[in-house]
């Protein structure tokens, strides 16, 4: 499976931007998607997730601000990033789930650069 991350690029304080994120390489459904981001310095984070089934899970900071979607072809899903701020500044990763009854598998995209920056 191999996830084709688009979008990022460099942004004022309190703009917008979007990443779109497509897998491609399986006639399996993802049971899960979503972003990770990583800054200078500091761990890979949690971001926003979206299940199969449509359910999303956000980090605490992101929260109000970014909007986990599916797009409309299979195994794709989009980031809204609002009111970006400058701690927003990292590499974002797009990554990917398949569950089966007896193991998971992780993938992960090449990583896209947000920069918030005036």
């Known amino acids: 499976v191999q996830l084709q991350a688009s979008g990022g690029g460099l942004v004022q304080p309190g703009g917008s931007l979007g990443l779109s994120c497509a897998a491609s390489?399986?006639?399996?459904?993802?049971?899960?998607m979503g972003w990770y981001r990583q800054a200078p310095g500091k761990q890979r984070d949690l971001v926003a997730t979206?299940?199969?089934?449509?359910?999303?899970n956000y980090a605490d900071s992101v929260k109000g601000r970014f909007t986990i979607s599916r797009g409309n072809a299979r195994n794709t899903v989009s980031l809204q990033m609002n009111i970006l701020q400058p701690e927003d500044t990292a590499v974002y990763y797009c990554?990917?789930?398949?569950?089966?009854?007896?193991?998971?598998?992780?993938?992960w995209g090449q990583g896209t650069q947000v920069t918030v920056s005036s």
């Open positions: 990554k990917a789930r398949r569950i089966t009854s007896s193991n998971e598998y992780d993938y």
């Open positions: 390489g399986t006639i399996f459904s993802l049971d899960v």
């Open positions: 979206l299940t199969s089934r449509g359910v999303t």
